[in-house]
């Protein structure tokens, strides 16, 4: 039986089987090609290869849409037949994999570590299992998972800087922002084309206000992250977003259409950003001219093929869309499935109930001009909204929602409050609260005038 290059036994596999593995291994690291268009040309020739069967399943998994989820089972379905030959490991990647497909993401994150406690260097359990973390807003294991692995990993395996990548972000999300710039720096001395090291770091300075540096950091090393890479799109939503704390709308809207939001969404993660970026320069009273019709119109084909209800975080974002362009009744189909979802079973129930279905109700509030009970409805979930995932810099348009809504509602107090934090965290950097600070006050003045 053949080995991957960190002493993994891959059943099923030959030897130019397992390099085609290495290299759709890589591609899900790195986001650099298509891992499931390298896995299937080695499907082709062995079918029997259960990880390749596996590795495919968690790419497509992971992009976190019903449709890829549809595709992920068949993946697995297609292992199956082969799984008496399979090794102990692989059985227990087969049973994580049917608790993702099954919507258990909480227990497929468990069997996916116990699998991590015998072989910590299964790299395709470690990414998955780090994204599965992401989606699920664990952040505790999105450091602590990585860490429980980090001791058996050396830097002359590979993929090793990818692991400390993972460790960066999981440090950034736990706001151990030091450590995490630290990690995120020694993976790119190792690997600098690791967008996902540049994303920790990234985040680091977003979280520290570090505006100036921010920009400098992503445009000089553009060169590596964003060619032909696929989670580009999300680092330039961050230099976007770098551009916005000043209030250079334009620079933003430049960079969602030239790099964020460019044609229809392929994949619902751009159209998460694509969206989240319009928003927020709705709230700042910037013009963004047609581009709500197309995301809106990207998600109204989400709808048709029945995709609200499986991510809550996801069914938040069609929501906003639907509330700026005023289509109550997709907002109504979004409500729906979230209430569907709610009311079944599996991690998403438990995201829609406690996050995702009190969020678009408060959105839909705003939209309505109901400001106050936006507010009211925020401010009740916006302490536990990382249940429903994301990143801290992501769900931070919750709390600029929520000051714009208690702004417009006539509470500048509570607008202030919530100003006070971003005053405190990303200061003397980030432009962002003081404009808010200033907006607030306008609006008090002209009201009590
Ligand atoms: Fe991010």
Redesign the pocket.
Known sequence: MVEDRRGILLSGADRRAAEQYEAALRAFQSYVGDPVATIDEALAESPAFVGGHLLKAFVLYTLAERQFAAMARDALAAAAPHAAGASDRERSLLAAGQRLVEGQWDAAALALDRVLAAHPRDALALQTAHLVDFYRGDALNLRNRVSRVLPHWTADLPGYSYVLGMHAFGLEEMNQYREAEDTGRRALAIEPRDGWSV?AV??VMEMQGRIDEGVDWLVSREEDWAPDNGFAF?NF??LALFHLDPGDVRAALDLYDRHVHPQPAAFTLSLVDATALLWRIALEDGDVGERWNGVAGDWSERLARGEPGFYAFNDLHAALAFVATRRADDLARVLAGLREAAAGAGSNAAMSRDVGLPLVQAIADFGDGRYGAAADGIEAVRDIAHRFGG?H??RDLLTLTLIEAASRAGDADRARHYIAERLVHRQPGSAWGPRLARRVGTAAARRAA
């Open positions: 994303h990234t985040h999300h939503w961050h990143s810099a992501q």
